[in-house]
């Protein structure tokens, strides 16, 4: 039971850690020593299971206590194990989901720069402004790649997010044709862009209010959602060994 216990306290740590807490680097390691352990407590149990022949009173209670502390050990890893393994995958998500993030950031500042180069429509500005928009474009087919990876990494409802980063791919179209416009001396084609553009940008403010106050709270809402009844199930269980434990220490006379 003790040496199974430095993969058993290294998974409740993960287990027990927040989100923002979890090192999910970890996380393979544990769940791969898992089968070994499972291995020792199913002995532990046995041993116990057998210590109990020929006694009663306090040695009785403690061999139960010992096989009891076995399996809700077996018991913990398991759930441990399920936990971890999708916690991992939210995490993931969460890491990718913030990168993609900062290239939408990225491209918004870019369109935002573009925008100022042309209210002075001379070649030279219009160049300029062109070459950020496309820019702005790399980035946010980078972001919309990254985003598909999200999603099949960890399913949540990511449906503002997916929403702006689709109006701010229109918004760079329109303000690349308005460009493109500018250069040939279409007036109409320009301004017809431009005002669509404008749209755009409206829109993408609109749903920019609409967003989660961080890129994470999405995959977090549905980890809860979807782990709740293991948490809980997992925390029983490790109360249920804890009470083992104490018994077996005052049976044993060991301390802590």
């Known amino acids: 039971l003790t040496s199974a216990d430095e993969v058993v306290l290294a998974a409740d740590e993960l287990v027990v850690a927040s989100f923002d807490d979890l090192d999910e680097s970890k996380i393979p390691d544990v769940i ?29 209670k403690a061999a139960d206590q010992l096989a009891a502390s076995a399996e809700a050990r077996k018991t913990m890893l398991e759930l441990a194990e399920a936990i971890l393994t999708e916690e991992q995958a939210a995490k993931q998500a969460s890491n990718l989901m913030a990168s993609c993030w900062e290239n939408v950031l990225s491209a918004d500042a870019l369109l935002r720069e573009a925008a100022e180069l042309v209210t002075d429509t001379n070649e030279e500005n219009t160049r300029a402004s062109q070459k950020k928009c496309e820019q702005a474009r790399e980035l946010l087919t980078q972001a919309s790649s990254q985003f598909e990876q999200v999603q099949a990494l960890y399913p949540a409802d990511y449906g503002p997010f997916d929403d702006y980063i689709a109006v701010r791919q229109q918004s760079i179209a329109y303000a690349i044709a308005s460009d493109e416009a500018i250069y040939v001396q279409d007036k109409a084609t320009a301004d017809s862009n431009n005002e669509k553009y404008n749209e755009c940008d409206a829109a993408a403010a609109a749903l920019a209010a609409k967003l989660p106050k961080t890129t994470e709270a999405p995959i977090v809402a549905a980890l809860d959602e979807s782990l709740g009844d293991s948490r809980q199930q997992y925390m029983e269980i490790r109360s249920q060994a804890a009470a083992c434990d104490a018994f077996l220490r005052d049976y044993l006379g060991i301390g802590g």
């Open 32 to 60: 791969g020593k898992i089968p070994d352990v499972d291995v020792k407590l199913s002995a532990a149990k046995s041993f116990a299971e057998s210590a109990k022949e020929g006694v009663s009173g306090d040695d009785e």
